[in-house]
């Protein structure tokens, strides 16, 4: 999904329309229940983190013999921050949440991963 996403058959347009259908369908939860700021400043991070840990997967030359381990380990960190902070929301509610904090953790991965791409003119 991620090589989809930073392949160039993604185009902006495709971006965008997943960005506003990402806000729209946290905007839905929230009507429901609202997500603590401090859960969604984590999410974001988290998505940032998952970006980041992307470019550096890209760095690893390609005859590096720890390059297989190191691909592991960035997949696994952030399912795991993903999980510890999906397992320290409220039980009320908590599939609106969990919703929520996946669309926050998707939406800090677009913001860092479309933003090298701008030109501005």
Known sequence: MLDFWYS??????????????????????????????????????IGMAVHG???LSLKITADNPYRHGFSILFLIM????????????????QVILILQVLGFTALGLFLLSTFPHRKFN
């Open 8 to 45: 160039a058959r993604c185009t902006r347009q495709i971006k965008l329309i997943v960005c506003i259908t990402t806000c729209v369908m946290i905007y839905l939860c929230a009507t429901v229940a609202p997500l603590s700021p401090v859960f969604t400043m984590i999410s974001l991070v």
């Open 53 to 55: 840990l992307r470019v």
């Open 78 to 93: 952030p399912m795991i921050a993903l999980m510890t902070l999906i397992s320290r929301l409220s039980a009320e509610h």
